[in-house]
């Protein structure tokens, strides 16, 4: 019987190593952006927005809903995860899919319009590549911020809250600068596609 078990602990094993091939490819960068850093600085962004007090110098813990508590520790925890995977992965990360466009890549230096300044997908990939340990040092700071704020969602922290929440464009921006060549998304004549993308970056 227990030879048995052994067997079938062995063959799960097996199986669960081949399902883990299949998925082991790490998120490309863009994929981490528009799938987890947009959408969780969003989240963010909207609940702390809604919570300012009445001075608006400050953030008032009774203006956050459970619910909402529980959306800023989720954000917390994605951010944190996914920052972890491109500090880890670093030289290993690629910028995207081939089939993925980046934001402005038809416009960016580099691009068919060149008509903003930003680093093309190729580029990227060579700031990368030329200083891991920066990138990955950018990528801790997001993750440090992200593992803050899911802590002060569990102890309703509302300090660190808006630090975390006040800080964050700077945090994204601090690696936006040096690995995307830009902290604005391109110009309107980028393309509507772009336009539409380039909201992500006004929190209001
Ligand atoms: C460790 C580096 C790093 C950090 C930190 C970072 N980004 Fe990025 N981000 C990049 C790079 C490199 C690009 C350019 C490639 C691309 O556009 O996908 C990019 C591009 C983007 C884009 C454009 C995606 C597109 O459609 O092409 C968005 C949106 C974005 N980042 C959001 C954020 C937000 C929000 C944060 C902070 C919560 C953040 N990023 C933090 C590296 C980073």
Redesign the pocket.
């Known amino acids: 019987m227990a030879k048995r078990m052994g067997v079938l602990a062995l063959a799960m094993g097996v199986l669960a190593l081949a399902g883990c091939g299949q998925q082991a490819r790490t998120p490309?960068?863009?994929e981490?952006?528009?799938q987890v850093?947009?959408p969780?600085?969003q989240t963010i962004w909207d609940v702390t927005s809604r919570a300012f007090n009445d001075k608006g110098d400050g953030l008032d813990a009774a203006r956050i809903s459970p619910t909402d508590w529980i959306r800023l520790a989720k954000a917390g925890r994605k951010?944190r995860d996914r920052?972890h995977i491109?500090?880890v992965a670093a030289t290993k990360v690629e910028?995207?899919r081939i089939e993925?466009?980046?934001?402005?890549?038809d416009a960016a230096h580099g691009g068919v319009r060149q008509t903003w300044d930003a680093?093309s997908?190729k580029q990227?990939k060579a700031y990368?590549d030329a200083n891991p340990a920066v990138?990955?040092e950018?990528?801790r700071?997001?993750e440090q911020?992200g593992a803050d704020l899911l802590k002060a969602a569990h102890t309703k922290d509302i300090g660190t809250v808006y630090r975390v929440s006040s800080g964050?464009?700077e945090?994204?921006d601090?690696?936006?600068e040096k690995?995307?060549g830009t902290d604005e998304?391109p110009p309107f004549q980028a393309g509507p596609e772009a336009r539409d993308?380039g909201r992500?970056?006004k929190a209001s």
Do not use: Y
């Open positions: 490309t960068i863009n981490s952006m528009t850093m947009q969780e600085a951010m920052a491109l500090a910028v995207r993925d466009k980046i934001l402005g890549e680093a997908p990227i990368i990138f990955a950018r990528a700071v997001l911020a964050m464009d945090v994204c601090g690696c936006h690995f995307w998304p993308k992500w970056i």
